[in-house]
């Protein structure tokens, strides 16, 4: 792969942009029903939008399409069909809430509506700012999206924030409704459990919130029955206890594979859990019924530090992962587990994008960790952009979220952009593109939280930018995946 | 002659003033010392049955409202007024109910509390639905008010659907592995183990459904016990509640036992005898289980003499609750209260956050788990967590 020149990429990004914007323009104005971004016969129109042309993109294998800002940088994003449209809707949350695109043009999100920050406030609020929504999730069935609420969000703290999870009606994209804000003692993250019947709220770092045991030294997950929005309810027990060694600490996601187990990362590694079904649990002995507020452990634990610095937080703060169902190479179905691990600290020995194997983990040895004993899994490769075509030297640099395309992986690295890693041999993952927005004059730089492989397009939640849509124009390696998940990939 | 359903008006307001002005008096004030200047009235309306059956609940009802207003003057009123309580017999049926709101009405309530009965709260609410005026409903089921609709009607009590939510969570925090659902056939048990039946199914639990109408619970023990259920959840009457939990353990189950809000009764404990230890109930929250509630159950004693019930306590959180709307809205215009009491800020009741549904069922209900020990029942669990 070749980077293109600089300034060759720019003149042709502008041109691009100028060209494909000329859609996306047309949408502001009130044109004729054939435009492509007017959605007035399904339910309503589009409200203006900013797009910020990357002329200063550092990019290879990828081409710019749009960017659009909506409310404002976002750390997450998801999406739901709606049949009776016969499209997508994207839906992005970040600290100025909540905005909503129609995808009927998937290369053009069209605004079509918003929650504001200020319009999320609860009393007591200090300010109008969202925090943070990580790996936003949605129910696709009841058009529900999930704003999870953290502690530091309007103006609160780790011990004096209120922390949970908005629950806002998208059955009218165009008209989005909160239902109810319910407080919850977590709110990093939050995934939808079996079917978006419960919900797993997760993190942050530090306790010190009301509800929390003080031994612990991060929030773990905490369910919340929501079969019935009118009615949700959380559960005062917490799941996945005792996770870093035997301490309970931080849960930062939750990312269910497509068998349906909830895999809950964090400090201290990576654990799934059945949360349907009746399974054999490896820790009591015994073949009992999962539930997702009892789940039964399957596998997992987390991999030996690879950053030669040491951090004491962040060697073992698996940030999120990805168990890949299926076999790749010479692993077996299921064998593997991709992870990030965040450590946010100088980009030479910032957080890396780790492989794993999950074998030897299946008889509930992650759960009988403990520092003098430690259980580790095997790490099968580890890969960073540093020192890697179209990388920075300095900024923020560490591995964020992703999604997984057939082989290739698809993954938000802060100021390093968006990185297309081919996994097809899991002991040798390999940058195949990448797209970097470095600040110029009119230029917005780039902080990549989460990239979305969806429906032949890329989706960046950036925290500076808004969302990029971009195309990956390499070679896709394995076979494409029918489903993508974006954090719960339920059957 | 006590006449059950009639209609009269009880001046208590008077009595109320008396009685606040006598706190207040005891009280501080921000301006010179004395008792808070209150300069007008806000007039809240109590609907209760005042003979018959029920008036011994009735008055237990109007005695919580009248606490509440006593204590809100005693803190300098609402608005800077004094708050005052008439009260009204809503009886038990639809009639009573329609007459005791119109005359409220006629007193110019700024709101009401009350109802006990369900058809008298719910012909209530439909006659304030005209004017608009709020209803905190604090005794009555809510099921039926709720599908009735009225926008300015608000239960505080939980629906029989948030009893089954109530029986399935506490299920899960005992782990159950098989759970068998037990009704004596009666309409109003049948629906409430339907709805505990179809949430366990939907989470993937192995459950059993069985009705009962007869006598032979010997047998139905031995069924259950067979099945292999570690969790009998029974929804029928207290006394063959009581019955099947004694048939239960002489057969040699060993799991837990649990009986809906019908067993809160001694009928159940003297039935069961000492079977019945252990045995866990979904019920409403009472002054009796809440530790929440101690303090204020002794001034309740100090003034009326005697323990509170549940109706009392409802109708003391829901004259707060009105009082806490009203100052919200700065007004007592009956639109700017309503549009207040589903965001009610830092209001709590003895049972924790109170906050409304869109469709004005709690969101957060009064169902807790009782459980018996020593022979009497105890709290096992508020099942809240804000």
Wanted: glycine share 12%; proline share 5%.
């Amino acid at each position: 792969m070749k980077a293109k020149p600089l300034v060759a990429g720019a003149v042709a990004l502008a041109m691009a942009a100028a060209v494909q914007l000329g859609g996306a323009g047309a949408a502001f104005a009130a044109g004729p029903a054939s435009s492509p971004s007017d959605n007035s016969a399904h339910g309503g129109g589009v409200l203006d939008d900013v797009h910020n042309v990357p002329t200063t993109a550092v990019k290879g294998n990828v081409t710019f399409i749009d960017n659009v800002r909506g409310v404002s940088g976002y750390s997450a994003l998801n999406f739901i069909n709606y049949k009776k449209y016969g499209y997508d809707f994207m839906f992005a949350n970040g600290t100025g809430g909540l905005a909503v695109w129609s995808l009927k043009n998937p290369k053009h999100p069209a605004l079509v509506s918003k929650i504001t920050a200020a319009e999320l406030r609860l009393p007591g609020d200090t300010q109008d700012r969202f925090w943070e929504g990580e790996n936003m999730t949605v129910d696709p069935k009841r058009k529900l999206v999930f704003l999870t609420r953290d502690p530091r969000g309007f103006g609160g703290t780790v011990s004096t924030g209120q922390s949970g999870v908005y629950i806002v009606d998208v059955k009218n994209p165009w008209k989005p409704e909160v239902v109810t804000f319910h407080p919850i003692p977590a709110g990093h993250t939050a995934t939808c459990i079996n079917d978006c019947k419960y919900l797993w709220s997760v993190g942050p770092a530090n306790t010190g919130t009301p509800g929390q045991d003080p031994s612990w030294k991060g929030v773990p997950v905490r369910v919340t029955d929501i079969h019935d929005i009118k009615h949700p309810y959380t559960f005062d027990q917490a799941v996945d206890l005792g996770r870093h060694d035997g301490v309970t600490d931080y849960v930062h996601s939750v990312d269910v594979d497509k068998n349906g187990i909830a895999w809950a990362s964090g400090e201290g590694g990576v654990r799934g859990y059945w949360t349907q079904g009746r399974h054999y649990d490896p820790v009591l002995k015994r073949k009992r019924v999962a539930t997702a507020y009892d789940p039964v452990p399957y596998a997992g634990g987390t991999v030996v530090a690879t950053n030669p610095a040491g951090t004491e937080f962040f060697d073992f703060f698996d940030h999120n992962a990805y168990h890949n169902t299926e076999k790749v190479r010479g692993f077996d179905k299921g064998e593997l587990l991709y992870i990030t691990n965040e450590n946010i600290t100088t980009c030479s020995q910032a957080g890396e994008f780790k492989i794993a194997s999950l074998k030897g983990s299946y008889d509930g040895e992650g759960w009988r960790s403990t520092p003098e004993n430690p259980f580790r899994l095997d790490l099968i490769s580890h890969w960073s952009p540093w020192g890697k075509e179209g990388s920075a030297t300095t900024g923020s640099c560490s591995a964020h979220w992703f999604t997984v395309n057939g082989n290739i992986v698809a993954q938000g690295w802060y100021g390093q952009g968006t990185r297309f890693i081919d996994v097809s041999d899991p002991r040798n993952p390999t940058q195949v593109g990448y797209f970097r927005v470095p600040a110029g004059e009119g230029v917005t730089g780039g902080s990549a939280s989460a990239v979305y492989w969806h429906n032949g397009l890329v989706y960046v939640a950036d925290y500076n930018r808004g969302v990029d849509v971009l195309r990956f124009d390499g070679k896709l390696a394995g076979k494409p995946d029918d489903k993508i998940c974006w954090n719960s990939c339920d059957k | 002659m006590r006449r059950r359903g009639a209609v009269r008006s009880v001046a208590l307001g008077a009595a109320a003033l008396v009685v606040s002005g006598l706190l207040g008096a005891c009280s501080g004030s921000d301006e010179g010392g004395g008792a808070p200047k209150l300069r007008g009235e806000i007039t809240f309306g109590v609907l209760a049955p005042l003979a018959g059956d029920l008036a011994e609940r009735g008055q237990d009802l109007v005695d919580g409202a009248q606490l509440a207003a006593a204590e809100l003057n005693d803190q300098g009123g609402v608005l800077g007024r004094q708050v005052k309580v008439v009260v009204e017999d809503g009886g038990c049926t639809s009639a009573t109910g329609e007459q005791g709101a119109t005359g409220l009405a006629a007193k110019k309530v700024v709101g009401m509390v009350g109802g006990l009965c369900e058809d008298a709260a719910v012909a209530a609410a439909k006659a304030m639905a005209a004017t608009g005026t709020p209803f905190l409903v604090s005794s009555a089921r809510a099921d039926r008010l709720i599908e009735a609709g009225v926008s300015s009607a608000f239960p505080m009590e939980a629906t029989v659907y948030q009893e089954a939510l109530a029986a399935v969570h506490w299920m899960a925090y005992r782990s159950a592995q098989q759970v068998a659902v037990l009704d004596d056939g009666s309409p109003a048990a049948q629906r409430l183990s339907g709805l505990v039946t179809d949430r366990l199914k939907a989470d993937g639990l192995p459950v059993s459904r069985q009705s009962t109408d007869g006598p032979d619970l010997a047998k139905l023990a031995g069924t259950v016990t067979a099945s292999k259920a570690d969790f009998v959840y029974w929804t029928g009457a207290a006394e063959p509640g009581g019955r099947l939990v004694s048939a239960l353990r002489q057969a040699g189950y060993t799991g837990n036992f649990m009986a809906s809000s019908e067993s809160d009764s001694p009928k159940f404990l003297q039935a069961a005898g000492e079977a019945a230890e252990d045995a866990f109930l979904t019920t409403a929250a009472g002054p009796k289980l809440l530790p929440t509630a101690a303090d204020w159950t002794a001034r309740f004693k100090d003034r009326y003499r005697r323990d509170p019930g549940r109706d009392a306590m409802q109708a003391y959180d829901a004259l707060r609750a009105l009082a806490q709307a009203v100052r919200q809205a700065g007004d007592t215009a009956p639109s700017k209260v309503v549009e207040n009491i589903p965001r009610l800020e830092d209001f709590t009741t003895f049972t924790g956050v109170l906050r409304f549904a869109a469709d004005h069922s709690l969101t957060y209900d009064n169902y807790v788990i009782a459980q018996v020990k020593g022979g009497t029942f105890t709290l096992a669990s508020k099942l809240r967590t804000d």
